[in-house]
């Protein structure tokens, strides 16, 4: 029998299991010489390949490399560990949303998708959208802003009516918006639009900053409404005021769904729960309510 195809070819050819001495010492054509020192013949795959002797310093730097791999094997596990337990602090942090408030159901956010509704073209004769501005009767130098500004279907109106030495603070809660938003202040070249990526309970507005907040169909959608009056109230200037526009839930013929629509009652409702009082009204929109809302500071 051939011993290279032998079962115990590895017991029997000594010349495989330690380096050659004397003449041979030389390594033939083909050979790799370790980092060791050793020489290895060349790999025979019916053997069991070449053995090498034992070698202190061979070890010394298997069991380093040993220890550098789980070292950085168990800082990625801790590094991980940390960014879970974070994630898990952050969300902990965040106020529970609500489905329902003060007997109304709250409705869902429409999402980016579906942004081309925001510019239809019978939402000027459902809304009358330049009356409305009209009403909001914006200055030179006020600082309004758009609370839920979609793809600046309002900002970018309002932008020339508070001038240059106005601002329009747009606020969303979905990056995509803001990014459509931003692409038509580029292209029509508007410089007096700031954007703001809120949260759900918190639009991130600046304390005493605002002259007015405009909401158009939005308010109803808030899952966190008394942390969002709450930082309304607070970033209004004491003189400030909110332009709540909601379609209106007493009317059978406002052709929207009953969660996207409120009552006047309603709105009082929540509105005085909250430290506001009704300023003035505006009831001639096609089918919106236009309340004005100012802080009350009796309560």
């Not at 980092?35 to 053995?51: D, E, H, I, Q």
């Not at 003060?102 to 081309?116: F, K, L, T, V, W």
Request: with cysteine.
């Amino acid at each position: 029998m051939n011993p290279k195809h032998s079962s115990n070819s590895c017991n029997t050819d000594t010349s495989r299991r330690s380096p050659p001495t004397g003449s041979s010492a030389l390594p033939p054509t083909g050979t790799k010489m370790l980092s060791t020192g050793f020489k290895a013949l060349p790999w025979n795959p019916l053997s069991c390949g070449p053995r090498l002797p034992f070698h202190p310093m061979f070890a010394f730097r298997v069991f380093g490399l040993i220890v550098m791999v789980t070292g950085w094997a168990l800082g990625s596990i801790a590094t991980a560990q940390e960014k879970q337990d974070a994630d898990k602090s952050s969300k902990a942090s965040e106020p529970r949303g609500l489905t329902k408030y003060m007997g109304r159901r709250i409705a869902s956010p429409m999402g980016y998708q579906h942004m081309d509704w925001l510019s239809r073209p019978e939402r000027i004769q459902e809304e009358n959208p330049q009356e409305m501005l009209d009403q909001l009767k914006l200055k030179d130098g006020m600082v309004v802003c758009d609370l839920g500004s979609g793809d600046g279907y309002h900002t970018l109106q309002m932008a020339p009516k508070v001038g240059p030495t106005g601002k329009v603070v747009a606020v969303d809660i979905q990056p995509q918006m803001l990014q459509e938003l931003s692409r038509r202040m580029a292209a029509n070249k508007i410089v007096n639009i700031d954007t703001i990526l809120g949260d759900l309970w918190d639009p991130k507005l600046q304390a005493e900053s605002i002259d007015l907040v405009l909401m158009v169909d939005v308010y109803h959608e808030f899952s966190h409404p008394v942390q969002m009056l709450s930082a309304i109230r607070k970033a209004l200037k004491p003189t400030g005021r909110i332009a709540l526009v909601e379609f209106r839930a007493e009317d059978p013929t406002v052709l929207i769904r009953p969660e996207h629509k409120m009552s006047k009652v309603q709105i009082l409702k929540e509105y005085q729960d909250n430290g506001f009082r009704v300023a003035s009204e505006y009831d001639k929109l096609p089918w919106q309510h236009l309340m004005f809302m100012e802080k009350d500071d009796t309560k």
